[in-house]
Nanobody, 130 residues
């Protein structure tokens, strides 16, 4: 049975940092691209970052570029999202997702498509507030 489990969320002050983890079980994560999504209250879920398995290339939404860093440790079957300079607007439930499929256009815009990811975690809450 496949599971993705996020952890590392919590309450942090503006300007602070958090590191989210996404531990996979039941699948070899080194065959999968990883995406991170978030959903703020009253808003749609949005893709914020991805990392491929083939060349570990990455991409970010404009809203997090320069502040967030995605990475992976295949030996630990884990993906990470380092979040720095957090802002109240970053408050959301954060989800990791994984896809084994190598689709054309993934790096251009496909990584933001939720339907391109087969496996999802349950989410972890991040609250940025003073």
């Amino acid at each position: 049975q496949v599971h993705l489990v996020e952890s590392g969320g919590g309450l942090v002050q503006p300007g602070g940092s958090l590191r989210l983890s996404c531990v996979a079980s039941g699948l070899p994560l080194d065959y999968y691209a990883i995406g991170w999504f978030r959903q703020a209250p009253g808003k749609e879920r949005e893709g914020i970052s991805y990392i491929k398995n083939s060349d570990e290339s990455t991409g970010y939404a404009d809203s997090v570029k320069g502040r967030f860093t995605i990475s992976r440790d295949n030996a630990k079957n884990t993906g990470y999202l380092q979040m720095n300079s957090l802002e109240p607007e970053d408050t959301a439930v954060y989800y990791c997702a994984a896809t084994i499929y190598h689709r054309p256009g993934f790096a251009r815009a496909g990584w933001k498509r939720q339907d391109w990811f087969e496996h999802w975690g349950q989410g972890t809450q991040v609250t940025v507030s003073s």
